[in-house]
């Protein structure tokens, strides 16, 4: 194995088993390391430290397969695919859930590989030059463990091209005649598009949170905003919420909701999909004083990186602030921010600014993260993205 030696004291967050090893950390390195090659990670003192697979163009430029000495092969990655499904079947109850997560990258161990169970088929993301290095490999131990019918490659995230590698997606297992799926979340059915969904095809990092905001629903006049799927739209329903108003940009998107909404049976009077840019439309709305019971806000990543921090903040501010100002006096707000960036402790600021300047008082029923099949490991909080909170006016 070619070796790569850390300058003296960079060796701390590998001692907190933290799988990044930034190119700064490197003191020297052997010749002629192939893209997702797998190294030896040894400490200025030559003490080893870690196995993981070298990325040249990416900031990270070791990702670390494992902290034994250990060689990476077939072996290695059926254990690791073979815990992260267990993992899987310890919280999630498969009678009457059919989608979620399978891989979660870094906290399954296995760095860049992103794995989701749509029904029968799986949708991959290979994200790091390792994981991609190991393509094959992967997809034949997920057709020996999991039996799926197809797998799909959805390498198209950004972040691939931070590691040197370009944008892919196709078959890599079986065959499918279209890219939709029905999947089952309990007594729900949503379709999803597994070629052109966003992501990986689904948000199942909401899976609870579509739950928690069907059991607040019943007799509420909901506004779900940055709806997409209409999924929490269609989850306030069927626990008898009495209207859903859908506001999405995207044309394709409404078009879709409106097939989830005929798909689980929703008269077409309990719901209005609006196609209109939200900062717009709330401001138009609290101009024509509407008011809403229970409002969902659930935007896009509005922050990119650390340098659209402020801007995003502005953004996440401002809905929110109309939000408020829509909802009855002892209404519901559910907001979101799925950036990594965003922390928990600055989205709650941003919500207590809102409030203040919004002149509304507001208390905190829930604080509501992304669902547990998007694990996130104690050692490597970077998984942590998906952050929203519950709150009630007055
Ligand atoms: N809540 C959704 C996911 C939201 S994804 C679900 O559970 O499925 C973000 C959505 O916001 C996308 O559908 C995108 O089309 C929409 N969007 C982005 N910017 C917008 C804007 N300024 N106004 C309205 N919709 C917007």
């Known amino acids: 194995m070619k070796k790569v030696i850390l300058h003296k004291g960079r060796e701390k967050s590998l001692l907190r088993k933290h799988p990044w090893i930034f190119s700064g950390a490197i003191d020297s390195i052997d010749d002629n390391i192939e893209l997702g090659e797998t190294v030896e990670i040894l400490s200025s003192d030559k003490k080893f430290f870690a196995v993981g697979a070298y990325s040249p163009h990416s900031q990270i430029r070791i990702r670390v397969w494992s902290f034994n000495h250990i060689e990476i092969n077939k072996v290695f990655f059926t254990e690791k695919i073979s815990s992260a499904v267990t993992f899987r ?14 891989v979660n990258s870094e906290s399954d161990g296995l760095p860049g ?21 190991w393509k094959q490999t992967i997809v034949e131990i997920l057709v020996d463990q999991l039996e799926p019918t197809a797998i799909y490659e959805r390498s198209d995230a950004d972040v691939r091209q931070k590691e040197g590698l370009k944008s892919n ?110 900062f717009t439309e709330l401001r138009k709305q609290k ?87 998007h694990r996130v490991t104690t050692s490597f909080p970077e998984s942590f993205y998906l952050k929203g909170l519950l709150v009630k006016k007055g």
């Open 169 to 278: 997606k196709g078959m890599l297992y079986g065959k499918i005649d279209s890219g939709e799926v029905i999947i089952q979340e309990d007594n729900l059915s949503y379709i999803v598009n597994i070629f052109t969904g966003h992501k990986t095809g689904f948000y199942l990092d909401q899976r609870e949170n579509r739950k928690i905001i069907s059991e607040y629903s019943k007799g509420k006049n909901v506004l779900n905003c940055f709806s997409y799927t209409g999924s929490f739209g269609i989850a306030a329903l069927v626990n008898d919420a009495e209207h859903v108003l859908n506001i999405d940009s995207s044309e394709e998107a409404l078009n879709l909701s409106t097939r989830n909404f005929q798909l689980n049976k929703i008269n077409a009077d309990k719901f209005t999909n609006l196609k209109a840019d939200v």
């Open 113 to 133: 590989l992103i794995v989701d169970k749509y029904n029968n088929i799986l949708v991959c993301q290979f994200i790091s030059a390792g994981a991609e290095k």
């Open 89 to 102: 079947k310890s919280i999630i109850d498969e009678k009457k859930y059919n989608a979620y997560r399978i």
């Open 287 to 373: 101009s024509e004083s509407k008011k809403y019971d229970l409002i969902i806000l659930d935007p896009p990543k509005f922050v990119e990186g650390k340098n659209s921090l402020n801007k995003a903040s502005r953004g996440y501010k401002d809905i929110n602030m109309l939000a408020m100002q829509l909802l009855n006096d002892d209404g519901l707000l559910f907001t979101f921010s799925c950036s990594g960036l965003m922390t928990p402790e600055l989205f709650n600021k941003i919500i207590a600014d809102a409030a203040s300047d919004a002149g509304v008082n507001l208390s905190i029923i829930d604080r509501l993260w992304q669902s547990g099949d």
